[in-house]
């Protein structure tokens, strides 16, 4: 009798994560041009905390046709396998309502994703067409728009500098290969460059990386790992912007600094493409989550990808 009330717990338990899996339809309309999607980013969610709750329920009632996640998905230690319980009680049970609108989660990992086997996170992508993270670094393009998410935590830890090598030899090809058809270009990852809170600034070998291969080349820099929302200006063209309060806000200046935006309350950057015959143009705003409302916004005007490869032959 005691085994047949065991099993039968275990099944209960289960079931969640079947009807959550069986939830997930292929995103087979997929449009090809950017000009009628909203992109969404939000990072560090990675605690089920009210915040978290309250920043998933206004990602449920938003316009987002995709979704980025700048890293932390899993506090504090990432997961183990694909089959680890965390994915379901951290991520898809606290999201199930964005994946019942079939919008679709594209991945990056931050470090606590690291902790233990950051493969997981690809198999789990294998099996659900909603969660895209085919490997950790990708492209992804709408016509003229183009997606770089790249692994900063190679850079940032020490012990992982053997992974470097490869990222930064196809991310180059990659800038080589889209320098003419990436006429508005975005990099997601987790770690910003710099930082106008109390949060630091990136380590020395990932700022070289950042400064040398993204900053300059790129229009927009999305990033976490920094529990804000913030807007932290330009440098050498590139735009850095900071999503990073999914679950566990904080870290926002005292004093505002003239020309940024850098606050922990808790919400999303919301991004909406327009396109003329001469320009794509971004309008980025953030959303907080509460009464989503807009707190700060601005535009982007894309360069594309400012790299001449004749230089690097």
Same mark, same amino acid.
């Given at each position: 009798?005691?085994?047949?009330?065991?099993?039968?717990?275990?099944? /209960?338990?289960?079931?969640? @994560?079947?009807?959550?899996?069986?939830?997930?339809?292929?995103?087979?309309?997929?449009?090809?041009?950017?000009?009628?999607?909203?992109? @969404?980013?939000?990072?560090?969610?990675?605690?089920?905390?009210?915040?978290?709750?309250?920043?998933?329920?206004? /990602?449920?009632?938003?316009? @987002?046709?995709?979704?980025?996640? =700048?890293?932390?998905?899993?506090?504090?230690?990432?997961?183990?396998?694909?089959?680890?319980?965390?994915?379901?009680?951290?991520?898809?049970?606290? $999201?199930?309502?964005?994946?019942?609108?079939?919008?679709?989660?594209?991945?990056?990992?931050?470090?606590?994703?690291?902790?233990?086997?950051?493969? #997981?996170?690809?198999?789990?992508?294998?099996?659900?067409?909603?969660?895209?993270?085919?490997?950790?670094?990708?492209?992804?393009?709408?016509?003229?728009? @183009?997606? $770089?998410?790249?692994?900063?935590?190679?850079?940032?830890?020490?012990?992982?500098?053997?992974?470097?090598?490869?990222?930064?030899?196809?991310?180059?090809?990659?800038?080589?290969?889209?320098?003419?058809?990436?006429? $508005?270009?975005?990099?997601?990852?987790?770690?910003?460059?710099?930082?106008?809170?109390?949060?630091?600034?990136? =380590?020395?070998? /990932?700022?070289?990386?950042?400064?040398?291969?993204?900053?300059?080349?790129?229009?927009?820099?999305?990033?976490?790992?920094?529990?804000?929302? #913030?807007?932290?200006?330009?440098?050498?063209?590139?735009?850095?912007?900071?999503?990073?309060?999914?679950?566990?806000?904080?870290?926002?200046?005292?004093?505002?600094?003239?020309?940024?935006?850098?606050?922990?309350?808790?919400? $999303?950057?919301?991004?909406?493409?327009?396109?003329?015959?001469?320009?794509?143009? #971004?309008?980025?705003?953030?959303?907080? #989550?509460?009464?989503?409302?807009?707190?700060?916004?601005? =535009?982007?005007?894309?360069?594309?990808?400012?790299?001449?490869?004749?230089?690097?032959?």
């Amino acid at each position: 009798m005691n085994r047949i009330k065991d099993l039968r717990k275990a099944l /209960l338990s289960f079931l969640p @994560c079947v009807f959550l899996l069986l939830s997930f339809q292929v995103f087979s309309k997929e449009q090809e041009t950017s000009q009628y999607l909203t992109f @969404c980013f939000v990072g560090d969610t990675g605690h089920v905390t009210e915040v978290q709750k309250k920043v998933a329920n206004s /990602l449920s009632i938003s316009s @987002c046709n995709v979704i980025w996640h =700048t890293g932390d998905i899993i506090y504090p230690d990432g997961i183990s396998s694909k089959k680890d319980p965390r994915f379901v009680t951290n991520f898809l049970e606290p $999201f199930s309502e964005v994946f019942k609108k079939d919008v679709p989660f594209f991945l990056t990992l931050g470090n606590h994703d690291y902790k233990k086997e950051p493969q #997981a996170y690809i198999d789990i992508a294998k099996e659900n067409p909603l969660i895209i993270y085919p490997n950790n670094y990708y492209f992804k393009d709408y016509k003229k728009l @183009c997606f $770089f998410a790249l692994d900063t935590t190679i850079f940032d830890k020490l012990y992982l500098f053997y992974l470097r090598g490869k990222q930064s030899k196809w991310l180059k090809m990659k800038k080589e290969d889209t320098y003419d058809s990436c006429k $508005f270009s975005v990099v997601v990852a987790h770690h910003p460059l710099f930082s106008s809170g109390d949060r630091k600034e990136a =380590t020395p070998q /990932l700022a070289r990386f950042l400064g040398k291969e993204v900053f300059g080349s790129f229009d927009l820099y999305i990033a976490g790992h920094n529990h804000v929302l #913030a807007d932290e200006g330009e440098r050498q063209g590139t735009r850095q912007l900071i999503s990073g309060t999914g679950s566990v806000p904080g870290g926002s200046p005292d004093q505002q600094l003239e020309g940024r935006f850098n606050v922990e309350t808790p919400g $999303f950057l919301r991004i909406e493409i327009s396109e003329t015959e001469s320009k794509i143009s #971004a309008v980025y705003s953030f959303v907080e #989550a509460e009464e989503n409302k807009v707190i700060w916004s601005g =535009t982007q005007v894309g360069k594309g990808i400012r790299f001449n490869p004749l230089k690097t032959k």
